[in-house]
Each structure stands twice: as structure tokens, then as C-alpha cells.
């Protein structure tokens, strides 16, 4: 474990690693949106009653959710002096110290993603972060706990 204070070298870390999504998925999104849109306008317009209401006010909100949120707020990993933040929502979580994380598993051929192992045992994944910048994370908190 490091000693209190000893961060890691940062040095060639981005400070923000975001899922980039593909324009093809956000105009699928839109098209999707625009298409529920015009079926719970048209159900409201066509003598509405309460589960019609109901349904169109559902399907405006799950969809909106997903077109305007996680198109305009993809998942993401902030790198931090403090330690590591995700973002996986709306808003990034709390700070994860550098002190948390045990250790860093950089990507293999059959994994999908880097990840870091936290003191209790959680694997939490590093979003988007190439595993070039992954090898150069593990490094810098093996050497700063040596």
C-alpha cells in the first residue's frame, strides 16, 4: 500500500478518459427519440386517458434520458493528483484515493477493459483508457509505493 502522500507519477496520463460515442449510435438514438415522440404526442392527441398519459410521459423520459445524457454525458474516468473519479451517470462519483486501489490489471487479449482492484476487493474498470496509458498507471503507483 502507499504511504500516506506518496502519489503517483502522472506524467502521460490524460486527466479525462470519455467513451466516445459513435455518431452512428447518437443519429440512432435521435431517430428512435423522434419516432417515440411522435407516438405519445399522438396518443395524447387521441382521447388520452390516464395509462396513455402515463406511457407517453415514460417513454419521453426514458428516451430523452438516453439521447441527451448519455450522448452529451458518456461514461468517463477522471485521473486526478487525489486519485481516480468515474463517472458512469450524470456526475462523477467520489474520488477514489490512490491509497483505495491494491492494484492496477492492465488489459490482456481476452479482456475487455483495464481495471483497478480497491483494498475491499472491488474491480472498477478504466473507462477508455488506452491500455498503453493502463501499463503507464500501474507502473507509476508500483513505483511510488517502492
Keep these: 500500500m502507499a504511504e500516506p502522500g506518496s502519489n503517483p507519477d502522472l506524467t502521460g ?8 460515442v459513435r455518431r452512428s449510435v447518437a443519429w440512432l438514438y435521435l431517430i428512435v427519440f423522434t419516432f417515440v415522440a411522435i407516438s405519445a404526442v399522438l396518443r395524447l392527441v387521441n382521447d388520452p386517458d390516464a395509462l396513455g398519459i ?3 410521459v415514460v417513454q419521453l423520459v426514458c428516451y430523452g ?4 445524457f448519455y450522448t452529451g454525458h458518456p461514461p468517463a474516468l477522471f485521473v ?4 481516480l473519479r468515474f463517472r458512469r451517470f450524470l456526475r462523477a462519483g ?12 492492465v488489459q490482456g487479449r ?4 483495464s481495471s483497478v482492484v480497491t483494498d475491499d476487493g472491488r474491480s ?3 473507462t477508455a483508457m488506452p491500455v498503453e496509458d493502463a ?4 507502473t507509476a503507483l508500483d513505483t511510488s509505493r517502492s
Design 80 to 83: 486526478t493528483p487525489d486519485g
Design 54 to 56: 402515463g406511457l407517453s
Design 110 to 113: 481476452w479482456d475487455e477493459h
Design 13 to 20: 496520463l490524460q486527466p479525462a478518459y470519455r467513451v466516445t
Design 124 to 126: 472498477l474498470r478504466l
Design 65 to 68: 434520458y438516453m439521447l441527451f
Design 135 to 138: 501499463q503507464r498507471l500501474a
Design 94 to 105: 467520489p474520488v477514489l484515493p490512490w491509497s483505495a486501489i491494491r492494484e492496477v490489471r
